[in-house]
């Protein structure tokens, strides 16, 4: 999957679960905290919307790890290439 | 003043609880009980500490309790629930079996059977730790969510010690942690709920946040945590109130009433509220039945008192990578 479209899928499971993003522009560079007002549980319900839309699961561990829509990204990237290898 | 009586309390059971723990356990137990009772007859103005306590709960509920009866039965408890399971370390295990009675075993094992997990429904009433120490003597896979209870049992503490992808570590939560670390928190009790566990969550944790809801507990609007509906809304779990009351024997009344589902959107803006104070709700009912087991609910300063938490804490920006890809 291309940068662009995993963006844009993030971008939408943001949107999905949290209502006051719907009109903020999302980049790969905005922090999830500071930018988009995303709490603890509002993190978790995206990993959980990601999760459950790739088929994949994220290290507990990473979790913790969490800052820019691009970490999200690149944990995207590394679990949908080892489940494509 | 509530608050540094506890102090005095902690002092004092550090002292006499090396003793109390080699002692027969009826006796112990009796022994915390006149502790209890002589903090009213010896600590000045603690008599109408209680009496006043109980008799504003009793006005702001609505109930005709004897307020020298309750505040003497409340008195007695006071170092009985302080001490936990503490005297249970080093019983033999069918003895410890003996000393719990138990309803609703069916709609914990109903709510298991779900599949989904259980939202162990807690509290800070009664015995509510030996709900926990039940639970694990009796080989149920569960988790604590919250605060690290303090002053626990040698058995508690190894259960607890549990690492890895459902292990207990990462489940401890402070209040003083940041949104990453909460987040990781709550993620690890996602998952497991997710692998058909028992996650322990309290329904009564005063909590500021965004998402925190104004409720009515006890005639006190205060500020709850919606932690325990977020997260049986994003599993599906079944959610399952329990209480465990103590009696004047030291023995256990534990009891598991029946579980009900919260739907998804529960988790939308505003509906939570609904269900913190249904949860809030079934805890009151058990106060107006046995007042004498609210600990310190009666004690509760009002929500400008009391700790807060402080705002989720926000990392300093360090932009990562330069990138043009936007999305609106």
Redesign the interface.
């Known amino acids: 999957m291309g940068e662009a479209k995993l963006l844009e899928e993030i971008a939408n499971a943001i949107r999905a679960e949290v209502e006051r993003t719907k009109n903020v522009i999302i980049t790969a560079d905005s922090r999830l905290v500071e930018d988009l007002d995303l709490d603890s549980i509002d993190i978790v319900a995206v990993t959980i919307r990601l999760e459950d839309r790739f088929h994949v699961t994220i290290d507990v561990q990473k979790v913790k790890e969490l800052r820019y829509v691009s970490d999200l990204m690149d944990q995207m990237t590394n679990l949908l290439g080892k489940s494509a290898a | 003043m509530w608050q540094r009586w506890m102090i005095v309390h902690k002092v004092v059971l550090q002292v006499v609880l090396p003793v109390l723990s080699r002692l027969p356990y009826r006796f112990s137990q009796w022994f915390l009980s006149v502790m209890g009772r002589l903090d009213l007859l010896v600590v000045p103005h603690q008599t109408s500490l209680y009496e006043r306590a109980v008799a504003d709960g009793a006005r702001r509920l609505g109930c005709s309790w004897n307020v020298r009866e309750v505040s003497r039965a409340l008195a007695r408890q006071t170092y009985r629930w302080r001490i936990r399971d503490l005297l249970l370390d080093d019983r033999p295990e069918a003895w410890v079996a003996a000393q719990f009675r138990v309803s609703g075993r069916d709609h914990l094992e109903a709510a298991l059977a779900g599949g989904k997990g259980v939202v162990l429904l807690a509290n800070h009433f009664g015995s509510h730790v030996l709900m926990t120490h039940w639970l694990f003597r009796n080989g149920y896979p569960l988790r604590w969510f919250g605060e690290k209870p303090r002053n626990i049992s040698r058995y508690l503490t190894q259960q607890f010690a549990t690492d890895g992808?459902l292990g207990q570590a990462?489940l401890f939560v402070s209040r003083k942690a940041g949104?990453?670390?909460?987040?990781?928190?709550?993620?690890?009790a996602?998952?497991v709920l997710r692998a058909g566990m028992i996650l322990k969550v309290a329904c009564d944790v005063r909590w500021q946040?965004?998402?925190a809801v104004t409720a009515t507990f006890l005639g006190h609007t205060e500020s709850f945590s919606t932690?325990w509906v977020?997260m049986a809304a994003?599993t599906g779990a079944a959610v399952l109130p329990a209480f465990c009351r103590m009696g004047e024997d030291g023995t256990f009344d534990l009891e598991f009433l029946p579980s009900f589902q919260v739907p998804t959107e529960a988790?939308?803006?505003g509906q939570a509220a609904d269900w913190v104070r249904r949860g809030l709700g079934v805890l009151e009912s058990q106060v107006r039945s046995y007042p004498e087991q609210s600990n310190d609910y009666f004690f509760w300063e009002s929500s400008g008192d009391h700790e807060k938490r402080p705002p989720?804490l926000?990392?300093p920006?360090s932009?990562?990578?330069?990138?043009t890809?936007?999305?609106?």
Do not use: N
Request: zero cysteines.
């Open positions: 992808e990462e949104t990453a670390e909460l987040a990781s928190s709550i993620y690890h996602s998952r946040d965004a998402k932690t977020t994003m988790r939308r803006d989720e926000k990392a920006h932009p990562k990578r330069q990138s890809m936007a999305v609106r």
